[in-house]
């Protein structure tokens, strides 16, 4: 059984900066794409970041490029998302998404981890 958990969530003042992980936990053979996604209050969840496996291809969406850096630690199945230069557009719901290699291999998402950025 695979299952994909957020944290790093909170509360930060505009212009601060948050690191949020995943960790996935089961039998995993290896994670292949990973990716963030984020919905906002009222809007439809969307993709931040993925990276893939093959090749290392990394891409970012205009809203984040430049602020926000996808990293993974494949030892220990986990990624994370570091976000900085936060401002209060970021408040959402953040998601994590992965493509697991499994006994049962396919898509994973986390629960979510709430991030509220003040002005």
């Known amino acids: 059984q695979v299952q994909l958990v957020e944290s790093g969530g909170g509360l930060v003042q505009a212009g601060g900066s948050l690191r949020l992980s995943c960790a996935a936990s089961?039998?995993?053979?290896?994670?292949?794409?990973i990716a963030w996604y984020r919905q906002a209050p009222g809007k439809q969840r969307r993709e931040l970041v993925a990276e893939q496996t093959s090749g290392g291809y990394t891409k970012y969406g205009d809203s984040v490029k430049g602020r926000f850096i996808i990293s993974r630690d494949n030892a220990k199945n986990t990624f994370h998302l570091e976000m900085n230069s936060l401002n209060p557009e970021d408040t959402a719901v953040y998601f994590c998404?992965?493509?697991?290699?499994?006994?049962?291999?396919?898509?994973?998402w986390g629960q979510g981890t709430q991030v509220s950025v003040t002005s």
């Open positions: 089961g039998n995993i053979i290896r994670m292949d794409t």
């Open positions: 998404y992965a493509y697991i290699v499994a006994a049962a291999s396919g898509h994973y």
